[in-house]
């Protein structure tokens, strides 16, 4: 869904499923664009994906998860910057009981999970 030319710059992108884990009949996915890449100033990003998951997961049926992905530029090898994305996007969908089912970084030269560690 996120072609590897697209994966260049910093982005956020929430794919939602049903509760049977397939992708809803009109999908629902949400891009945020213009990601800071300075984690300081990345607070009001991650409120902003607690409340769409709030606001988005509450309107489905139960069961319902996300997809997360965090795309970026360079190698497809999770560095500091994309651990810490996964630590405090994963807090932020537990705090809304959002199901996570799959964290995964998108970068032109590939595509991985982002695997608790």
Do not use: Y
Not at 50 to 64: D, N
């Amino acid at each position: 869904m996120v072609p590897p030319r697209s994966r260049q710059w910093p982005s956020l992108v929430l794919f939602f499923l049903d509760g049977d884990g397939t992708a809803l009949p009109v999908p629902i996915v949400v891009p945020a664009d213009d990601v800071p890449q300075d984690l300081e100033a990345e607070a009001a990003v991650v409120e902003n994906v607690r409340w769409i998951l709030s606001q988005v997961l509450g309107w489905l049926h139960p069961g319902a998860s996300v997809v997360i992905m965090v795309t970026r530029a360079g190698a497809a090898e999770p560095d500091s910057d994309d651990l810490l994305w996964r630590k405090r996007l994963s807090e932020a969908a537990a705090g809304q009981g959002a199901r996570v089912r799959l964290m995964c970084l998108a970068t032109p030269g590939g595509l991985l999970p982002l695997a608790a560690g």
